[in-house]
């Protein structure tokens, strides 16, 4: 069992509105990455959170953002929604200094009208 | 960036038969690829992982291989079942200034057929 959480599981929102995904990350881990899963394809890197900093970013715009928190538990933000934001958006907690291994949560489908 | 071509894209066999994917990278420095299954609607599970100094990696009836060489790595599943019906990813790590990201391949769906 992961322990990785996520809410909410669906959210429906029209093209212009901002959006707040949150992720808990399994106990013990401190990273939190970000990715935005299209229907068909495989999952795409958007940043990577580390003891509350951004640790790196992908080929996503400034729309999106995020934070982490504290006790690690993490929130991607997403503003002037496009259609094409339309996806399955997934958070993966690791514990950098030991491993690299991420470990999923179930993800928050988003979908933008 | 780092690239990761998964192949082939749909794969089916028959129950008991062997399934292999194939993967390749483009980053030389990539020094762990993990192996992910997802099922329909559900959250991609990691199911076997290998790291760059290892060239295989056997979990019961699931393998890894690495060619580093080359960079490729594949992963084998022997007597399947209809429950490893699924689709498959794999991916490959590149660095960053602290960690690594993963790079996704665009997936194999595997059916099972009974």
């Known amino acids: 069992e992961t322990g990785v959480t996520q809410s909410p599981t669906h959210l429906i929102k029209t093209r212009g509105q901002q959006v707040t995904l949150r992720c808990s990350s399994q106990?013990?881990?401190?990273?939190v990455s970000w990715y935005q899963q299209a229907l068909g394809q495989g999952p795409q890197f958007i940043f990577q959170?580390?003891?509350?900093?951004?640790?790196g970013r992908g080929n996503f715009p400034p729309r999106f953002s995020g934070l982490q928190f504290p006790n690690y538990s993490s929130e991607l933000n997403v503003n002037a929604l496009e259609l094409d934001d339309s996806a399955l958006y997934l958070c993966?907690?690791?514990?950098?200094?030991?491993?690299?291994?991420?470990?999923f949560g179930p993800g928050t489908r988003l979908t933008v009208l | 960036g780092e690239n990761v071509e998964q192949h082939p894209s749909t794969l089916s066999v028959q129950e008991g038969d062997s399934a292999v994917i194939k993967c390749t990278y483009s980053?030389?420095?990539?020094?762990?690829f993990p192996w992910y299954k997802q099922e329909l609607g559900k959250r991609p599970q990691l199911i076997i992982d290998?790291?760059?100094?290892?060239g295989e990696k056997k979990d019961q009836r699931i393998a890894v291989t690495l060619n580093k060489t080359a960079k490729h790595f594949s992963l084998h599943i022997t007597e399947t079942q209809p429950e490893d019906s699924a689709v498959y990813f794999c991916?490959?790590?590149?660095?960053?200034?602290?960690?690594?990201?993963?790079?996704f391949g665009a997936g194999t769906i595997l059916r099972v057929k009974s």
């Open positions: 993966a907690s690791s514990w950098l200094a030991l491993s690299d291994t991420q470990y």
């Open positions: 106990s013990g881990h401190n990273t």
């Open positions: 959170y580390y003891r509350e900093e951004e640790n």
């Open positions: 980053d030389s420095a990539s020094n762990y």
């Open positions: 290998i790291r760059s100094n290892v």
């Open positions: 991916a490959a790590t590149t660095g960053m200034e602290y960690g690594n990201k993963l790079v």
